[in-house]
């Protein structure tokens, strides 16, 4: 289990820098936007996000 998990997180790492190497002007400004995104937008985002990722897990 704990290969897999480290499979995952840098699967994870991998996706997460793919925009930042292809496109770092608009990842810095895509940054600069979340800034000013309230907490209860920026909760509901991450809760969104975990229902996606933990749906594809499921199938």
């Known amino acids: 289990m704990l290969e ?3 499979r995952a ?9 793919i925009i930042p190497f292809l496109s770092p002007n608009r990842w810095r400004d895509m940054a ?3 800034a000013e995104v309230d907490n209860r937008s920026m909760r509901f985002i ?6 996606i ?6 199938f």
Request: negative net charge.
């Open 32 to 34: 600069a936007s979340l």
């Open 9 to 17: 997180v840098g699967l994870m790492l991998v996706f997460e820098g």
């Open 53 to 58: 990722g933990l749906c594809l897990l499921i």
């Open 46 to 51: 991450g809760l969104f996000s975990m229902l």
């Open 4 to 6: 897999e998990l480290g």
